[in-house]
């Protein structure tokens, strides 16, 4: 999609210079208030969609700040935008800057920490807020949401690393600009583990220190398939009595023989012997292989 480019990254430059003035050092680091410049925002997605299977029909930053992201998507034409942050003025700015480009997105003043959105999307992108969690009552909490963020001082990128896990869609993909501390620091062995539980790498890519105001921050695009959902459990019964389902696994031993899985006559004893009035049953498990 091609946009009045100038005018676009010239407001959120603009927004991003005045409100850090009003902000000063402190609170502009408090605040997490560092715009991705646009090359980087495009290299992300670009990165993201070439190195995930996911042809992404619904987007979401989960802390848009003044759309930097969001606008990348756009020029990638990507569509179904959504964004969220705490600040509404960062989002009326990115709104505005959408719409320069002929875009548009949903957008909603919230905390992503919290916030659910009415449908999970399908690609995440996001420069979420760095720094060390500083605050008793904000780590408790954290940790209590997180518990793999344990072991000594929380980055808040982290906890954002596994919301965007949560909020994707199983199978979709989540692609952050975070720093690389996550992969090798001791004390972010649980984050690793809960990470590649839930997801599998697509990409790591090295994109320096881009950030002409946190000049030492290296940072990386990683993008994360998160594993598509288990098998959906099935009832299978007749009436009030469940039945054994056989396991669906294409030409395994197990594989069903007869066309009906429901049909079948033969009751499963464990299940009768239950007094459920049916059950659930995956592909796989003690319940499948119950069969005699
Ligand atoms: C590093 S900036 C990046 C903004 C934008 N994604 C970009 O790349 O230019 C981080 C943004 O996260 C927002 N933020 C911080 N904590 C948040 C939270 N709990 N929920 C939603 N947004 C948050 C800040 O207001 C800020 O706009």
Redesign the pocket.
Known sequence: MACARLSADAL?EQF?REKSRALGNAGRRE??????PRS??DAVVEIALRHSRVRPKSVL??????????LAAARADLGGLT?????PQ?LRVATRALKLCGARATMTV??????TPPAAPDLI??????GHVGGSAERAELLRQFPALGGGEID?YAA?LLRALELVRPGGAVAL?IPDTWMFLARAGALRQAVLSQAEVAAIVDLGKPFASAKDTRVHAVVLERKPAPPRLAYVGRGSVARALPTMAPGGEDAPRGAGVIGRDRPDRRAQRSSQPGCSCGHSGTFDRARD
């Open positions: 959120i991003e605040a997490g208030l560092y715009y991705t980087i925002a930053d989960p802390c848009a700040g003044a759309g930097a992201f969001l964004g969220t942050d705490l600040d960062a919230a905390d992503a920490l919290r916030w992108l996001s420069n979420p807020p760095y808040r954002f600009l």
